[in-house]
């Protein structure tokens, strides 16, 4: 069973610019969140989709938008890139609903800011 | 505010037994995951508790004591590569998949 596939792994990027990233979850899974891991803040959770509805949103301004597609990959977008942006962005994907079932994250896509 | 905190760091050697406390100050608790990550790798799923009492899986336990906001992580037999950080989280009822991490423990096992 593939496992969640994020795309790209890296990302160099210019202040001002604005980035898509992209999650393909575990098959048969509807939820997807996004993190951000910095060393100083660790992993911070940005947003959750479910059924292609966003269900949970982080403590994150409004240049962090995301949205989910009807097979449940989802997409992360952030506009007018700031250096604090430069972290690693993980998606994670879990079956859904308030159960014990864990999220099973992807490798990330590491985004640089210069 | 929701609050979890982990000790930064931890040394412990090959074939020992090391214990990752993690404390919680959380409303709605609904459930507390461990999670490892290798450097430069996702975070993998360990171990998952909701209720009272020890979770034992091969070499790796977690209790919890949800009176108290405390859990930790028992790993036994240890081994070079059980070098990686170590990452609790809790959920929340009502918010979805949403999950609130620590800082993670950075588990250094020597020979």
């Known amino acids: 069973k593939a496992g969640v596939t994020q795309t790209p792994r890296y990302l160099i990027k210019t202040r001002g610019q604005q980035v898509t990233l992209s999650c393909s979850p575990i098959s048969g899974h509807r939820s997807v969140s996004w993190y951000q891991q910095t060393p100083g803040q660790g992993l911070q959770f940005l947003f959750e989709?479910?059924?292609?509805?966003?269900?949970n949103k982080g403590n994150f301004p409004g240049r962090f938008s995301g949205r989910q597609f009807s097979n449940s990959r989802s997409e992360m977008n952030v506009s007018t890139l700031e250096l604090g942006d430069s972290a690693l962005y993980l998606c994670?994907?879990?079956?859904?609903?308030?159960?014990?079932?864990?999220?099973?994250f992807g490798d990330g896509t590491r985004l640089s800011i210069l | 505010g929701q609050n979890i905190d982990q000790p930064t760091e931890m040394t412990a050697t090959e074939g020992a037994i090391v214990q990752i406390n993690c404390t919680y100050q959380?409303?709605?608790?609904?459930?507390l995951f461990w999670y490892q990550q290798h450097a430069g790798e996702a975070p993998t799923f360990l171990s998952y508790n909701v209720l009272d009492g020890l979770e034992e899986k091969g070499r790796f336990s977690s209790f919890l004591s949800r009176s108290k906001g405390y859990s930790y992580l028992l790993l036994k037999e240890l081994q070079m590569k059980d070098s990686a950080s170590y990452l609790c989280?809790?959920?929340?009822?009502?918010?979805?998949?949403?999950?609130?991490f620590g800082q993670g423990t950075e588990l250094s096992v020597k020979p």
């Open positions: 989709y479910f059924s292609e509805t966003q269900r």
């Open positions: 959380t409303s709605g608790f609904n459930g």
């Open positions: 994670a994907s879990s079956l859904g609903g308030e159960s014990n079932q864990p999220q099973h």
């Open positions: 989280a809790v959920r929340l009822y009502n918010q979805g998949g949403k999950l609130i």
